[in-house]
């Protein structure tokens, strides 16, 4: 079976810090590999997604990058956090030509 | 304009009773649609897909799809305390779209199932 990893869980950082989130899918081969953020009360933003390794779409322009140094390892990071950086990040992974996306635990993250 | 929308809730049934959650869409060219049910403070758990229009049961669930309404639903009969949840609608392209796996979400509609 396959499962999705996410670290740390949760994350409290000052502004202007540096940042990196992780991401690795066990069980599956070849998954493509989705980063979102969801604020408070609100629906999921995507913010990158990647099809193989060292592909990487952005969706929305923004102080965040994604890398995928590893086939099932998806990096989110930045250089220089804002108070908007705030939020729930969500992995997610899915076969492709699959439609059905499967989340990792998320990482709480609060800018202060 | 969002291009999922749900109605934001609460919704709030009596125990046993059906939940009926609603999500319309934008894009005609959506073909594949899911629901997700999430916790507070939890990561969205897929509860149903749906991929052709009509009804498609699962246990307790039913989704219902109609394509010319652009109208996905989700009904959850005898509904129980641990149903409370968030229920979030998305909706994604065929994978042979060039954005395929990129699925929309709505913002949620949040069910209260009072015992």
């Known amino acids: 079976s396959q499962t999705i990893h996410q670290w740390p869980a949760t994350l409290v950082q000052p502004v202007g810090s540096p940042l990196s989130l992780e991401c690795t899918v066990e069980g599956t081969s070849n998954p493509n590999l989705y980063w979102y953020r969801q604020a408070a009360g609100r629906g999921l933003q995507l913010l990158f997604y990647?099809?193989?390794?060292?592909?990487i779409s952005s969706e929305v322009p923004q102080n965040l990058s994604a890398s995928r140094p590893q086939d099932r390892q998806f990096i989110l990071s930045s250089k220089k956090l804002l108070l908007s950086d705030s939020g729930f990040y969500l992995c997610?992974?899915?076969?492709?030509?699959?439609?059905?996306?499967?989340f990792g635990p998320g990482t709480r993250l609060l800018v202060l | 304009q969002k291009e999922v929308e749900q109605n934001s809730g609460p919704l709030s049934v009596p125990e046993g009773a059906i939940a009926s959650l609603n999500c319309t869409y934008s894009d005609r060219v959506s073909q594949s649609f899911f629901w997700y049910r999430q916790y507070s403070g939890k990561s969205p758990e897929l509860i149903m897909s749906i991929y052709s229009n009509g009804d498609k049961e699962d246990g307790r669930f039913t989704a219902q799809l109609n394509k010319a309404s652009q109208y996905v639903s989700l009904l959850i009969r005898d509904s129980q305390p641990s149903d409370s949840a968030t229920y979030l609608c998305?909706?994604?392209?065929?994978?042979?779209?060039?954005?395929?796996?990129?699925?929309?979400f709505g913002d949620g509609t949040t069910l209260t199932v009072k015992p």
């Open positions: 997610a992974w899915r076969r492709a030509r699959k439609e059905t996306q499967y």
């Open positions: 990647s099809v193989g390794i060292g592909q």
């Open positions: 998305a909706v994604t392209p065929g994978w042979r779209d060039t954005n395929a796996g990129k699925s929309t």
